[in-house]
């Protein structure tokens, strides 16, 4: 991948998405999309971060498949700020 197709994003998910196996979801579907960086649960209890870098046409499908969850969640938004990529994440994986 070159720096030119490289990019990144912060995005926020809220709804009902803690406790329900939405990270697993994340980390399944960035690494099928071959992304890097993270994902974690907001201090708030009904928010989940999710810091992506990649290619930017897998990075627009990792945000269609956030709106859609895992079977269990509420989508009630997904907020996300492109940013360019760091390169500091080498995988994809979940924070706690």
Known sequence: MTE????GLRATVRG??????FRQF???NARALGLSGYVRNGS????VEVVAEGQRPALE???RRLWKGPFM???DSVQVRWTPASGEFDH???RF
Not at 4 to 7: G, M, N, R, S, V
């Open 26 to 28: 994340v980390v399944v």
């Open 16 to 21: 009902v998405v803690q406790a329900i196996g």
């Open 44 to 47: 708030d209890g009904c928010s």
């Open 61 to 63: 499908e990792l945000v």
């Open 4 to 7: 030119e197709e490289a990019a």
């Open 73 to 75: 969640a509420r989508v």
């Open 92 to 94: 994809f994986e979940a």
